[in-house]
């Protein structure tokens, strides 16, 4: 009998510990962020919006150092030839009509009656008359009026400063906002962190287009961040928030566009930068290339546009009229030409040209066709025949969520893409997709789309989009 009380109490004593274990575990997970009667309370700073530190910035491809935009001077050089007008001081010595003064000559001759016949081919030195076809001088002003044809960029529109274009983000994210950076906030900072409020964490991040494995490694950062800072505020708890997101942005990654001219160090050539944008129909392709045309120009460079997308004729019309604003040559072919041969010709004349950069509009294709995929590799390796390919913008619309990135997969498989541009981001678009996207293909997210102006086209800087996302 007394064996079933000790073995009773034995029992009773291993359940007593593992319960102050268990309580003692919870515990140490349970994060509370109620603030200390005697402690301070830390006010907030002020909203910072998205305000980027500077405008977009470009590299050189060839790794050489990118050559000065001094090209657009011989242009103007050519300026000057309207004074050729004086060209037409030929005609005073075409006035040597004084011809007449040949017959004092015959009254010379008049003592040998034949002679004079040869003498007459001596008024054939008027020949130098004859050289009024010299009058086609005149005519060279002929050749250099195409020169200003060229410049039909009489009409470009001014551009806006690419600095300081991201200050306008904030209220471009606000759908975003409301569903991701307020969303975490308001769980963070509402008391104590226990199971129940970090899976709420993880939903609210998978909600917002993050992915599994995305979400898995922030939460699993976030809740070492707060134990070891030993965090009791919401704000606290914000700057901890802050930190572990921008460090799942990889700020370190290089988000310069590759699309200044180099210097081929064998013979010291000078190669325009040459970018091909990407993607499928409908994510703002077409719209991109021009706008980043426009940035291009206002850097001070000379830019040429490829119209390659010759399977749908409104997107050739459409970058004509982006080059028409810019100031910048298109070279386009006949619709439905191979894309491929448009894009040589276009690297072709931007290297005869001297450009610094040439901008190639692939043609949209659908990710799901596998024919038309091959075709958009073929574009690249035909280029490469006539200068390398210094860039591969991949364009994907930011509300398409997952979509977006299934596409980015199969892209990059066909064209080794570089850089990722997301558009439409000011509209329903989710701010998780910027996370996922360059996780899942390590690629950097080089400029966002904040709209339908010709300018709202910006750098993506790590820090300013989350704290877009969390003002």
Do not use: C
């Not at 009773?12 to 994060?31: D, E």
């Not at 010595?93 to 011809?99: E, K, L, S």
């Not at 990710?367 to 073929?378: F, R, V, Y």
């Not at 997301?422 to 997709?433: E, Q, S, W, Y």
């Amino acid at each position: 009998m007394s064996s079933v009380i000790w073995i009773s109490v034995a029992i009773a004593v291993v359940l007593l510990v593992a319960l102050a274990v268990g309580l003692l575990l919870a515990r140490r997970r349970r994060i509370s962020i109620a603030e200390k009667p005697d402690q301070e309370v830390e006010t907030p700073p002020a909203t910072r919006g998205y305000q980027a530190g500077g405008p977009i910035s470009f590299s050189s491809g060839g790794g050489g150092p990118p050559a000065p935009p001094q090209a657009p001077a011989p242009p103007q050089a050519s300026a000057p030839a309207p004074p050729k007008p004086p060209a037409q001081a030929p005609p005073a010595p075409v006035t040597p009509q004084p011809a007449a003064p040949a017959p004092p000559e015959g009254p010379a001759l008049p003592s040998s009656v034949a002679p004079p016949a040869p003498p007459k081919p001596a008024p054939a030195e008027p020949a130098p008359v004859k050289q009024a076809p010299a009058e086609p001088a005149p005519a060279e002003p002929a050749p250099v009026k195409p020169v200003p044809a060229e410049p039909a960029a009489a009409p470009v529109e001014p551009i806006e400063p690419t600095s300081g274009r991201l200050v306008r983000l904030r209220g471009r994210l606000s759908r975003s906002r409301s569903a991701f950076g307020q969303s975490l906030l308001g769980l963070l900072g509402a008391g104590d962190l226990d199971e129940d409020s970090w899976t709420d964490v993880e939903d609210t991040l998978l909600l917002a287009d993050l992915g599994a494995a995305t979400t898995t490694e922030i939460v699993d950062r976030l809740r070492t961040e707060l134990a070891q800072r030993g965090v009791r505020t919401a704000e606290q708890a914000r700057t901890a928030l802050r930190d572990v997101l921008i460090e799942a942005l990889r700020p370190d990654l290089d988000r310069a566009v590759r699309a200044l001219p180099h210097h081929d160090g064998s013979n010291g050539t000078r190669t325009p930068g040459v970018v091909l944008i990407a993607g499928v129909n409908g994510t703002g392709k077409t719209t991109t290339t021009g706008k980043l045309a426009r940035v291009l120009v206002a850097d001070g460079r000379r830019v040429l546009l490829g119209a390659a997308d010759t399977f749908r004729a409104a997107a050739v019309d459409q970058l004509a009229t982006w080059g028409e604003r810019a100031g910048a040559e298109v070279v386009r072919g006949a619709e439905g030409a191979d894309p491929a041969s448009v894009a040589f010709e276009a690297v072709k004349r931007g290297s005869a040209a001297g450009v610094d950069t040439v901008l190639i509009d692939t043609a949209g294709r659908l990710h799901t066709k596998t024919g038309l995929m091959d075709e958009l590799g073929k574009v690249k390796r035909v280029v490469s025949k006539q200068a390398e390919v210094d860039e591969v913008l991949l364009v994907l619309d930011a509300t398409t969520g997952q979509n977006g990135l299934v596409q980015a997969r199969v892209f990059r498989e066909v064209v080794d893409v570089t850089g990722i541009v997301l558009t439409k981001l000011d509209g329903t678009a989710k701010g998780g997709i910027v996370f996922h996207v360059q996780r899942e293909l390590g690629v950097p997210v080089k400029l966002v789309g904040l709209g339908e102006g010709v300018d709202d086209l910006a750098p993506f800087e790590p820090e300013a989009f989350v704290d877009a996302l969390l003002d």
